[in-house]
C-alpha cells in the first residue's frame, strides 16, 4: 500500500544532541512538508519541499533543518539550537496540483 | 492574513446524538477547505473537503458545506458512535503553486455510550 512512513515512533533528545525524525513516501508525490503539534493546538509548518534539492522555510524554522536529496525522503534535524523541542512531529505530501495532503502517523520527541 | 478558528472543545456528547462543530475562516481569494480526524497517538486523516463555494463535502456520514457568505465550513454528523471520538482540524489551503495548509486549533470530540 501506499503511504507515508515516520521514524521512529518516540525519540529521546539529549541536552545538545543534535537527532534526526525520518520521513519516506512511496506516493510518488512532488511536495513534503513537516509540521510540529503541541497538545492543544493546531499544527504549525517548518519547512516544505516542492521538488528535490529545494525547499522552504515555513512558519517556525529556527532550531530545525531539512535536506531534499531524494524524491521520496524528506529527513527532518531537530538541532541543538531549538530550545524547545518536545512536540509531536507530522511529516506530510501531496502533488502540486491543489490535492488534498497524505499525513504519516507521527514522531513524538522528549527531552532526557 | 488566513486564517482558521474553530470552536473550543471537548465538545462531550451521548452516542446517536448529533454533532456540530464550527468553523470560520480567513482569506484572501479562494481557499479550499478541508477537514481533517486525528485518533489518539496517529496522524491526521482527511475526512472531507470542498473546493469551491456551495460545495458539499462528505464522508462516513459527516458533511460540511462550504459557505462563502459567511465564510464558515461547520461539520455536521446526525448521528456520532463512540468510534467518532477524536481531535477535528479545520484547515484552509490558499490557491498557488503549493499548498500551505492552514489549521485551526482543533476540536476534541469524546461521544460516551
Known amino acids: 500500500d501506499g503511504g507515508i512512513t515516520q521514524s521512529p515512533k518516540y525519540l529521546f533528545r539529549k541536552e545538545g544532541q543534535n537527532v534526526t525524525l525520518s520521513c519516506e513516501q512511496n506516493?510518488?508525490?512532488?511536495?513534503m512538508y513537516w509540521y510540529r503539534q503541541d497538545p492543544g493546538q493546531g499544527l504549525r509548518l517548518i519547512y516544505y519541499s516542492q521538488i528535490v534539492n529545494d525547499f522552504q522555510k515555513g512558519d517556525i524554522a529556527e532550531g530545525y533543518s531539512v535536506s531534499r536529496e531524494k524524491k521520496e525522503s524528506f529527513p527532518l534535524t531537530v538541532t541543538s539550537a531549538q530550545k524547545n523541542p518536545t512536540a509531536f512531529y507530522l511529516c506530510?505530501?501531496?502533488?502540486?496540483?491543489?490535492?488534498?495532503?497524505?499525513f504519516g502517523d507521527g514522531t513524538r520527541l522528549s527531552i532526557l | 492574513g488566513n486564517s482558521v478558528t474553530q470552536m473550543e472543545g471537548p465538545v462531550t456528547l451521548s452516542e446517536e446524538a448529533f454533532l456540530t462543530i464550527n468553523c470560520t475562516y480567513t482569506?484572501?481569494?479562494?481557499?479550499?477547505l478541508f477537514w481533517y480526524v486525528q485518533y489518539p497517538g496517529e496522524g491526521l486523516q482527511l475526512l472531507l473537503k470542498?473546493?469551491?463555494?456551495?460545495d458539499k463535502g462528505s464522508n462516513k456520514g459527516f458533511e460540511a458545506t462550504y459557505r462563502k457568505e459567511t465564510t464558515s465550513f461547520h461539520l455536521e454528523k446526525g448521528s456520532v458512535q463512540v468510534s467518532d471520538s477524536a481531535v477535528y482540524f479545520c484547515?484552509?489551503?490558499?490557491?498557488?503553486?503549493?499548498?500551505?495548509?492552514?489549521f485551526g486549533a482543533g476540536t476534541r470530540l469524546a461521544v460516551h455510550p
Open positions: 506516493l510518488n508525490h512532488d511536495a
Open positions: 470542498a473546493t469551491k463555494a456551495d
Open positions: 482569506a484572501t481569494g479562494y481557499p479550499s
Open positions: 506530510a505530501s501531496n502533488d502540486r496540483d491543489n490535492q488534498p495532503q497524505h
Open positions: 484547515a484552509l489551503t490558499t490557491s498557488g503553486g503549493y499548498n500551505k495548509l492552514i
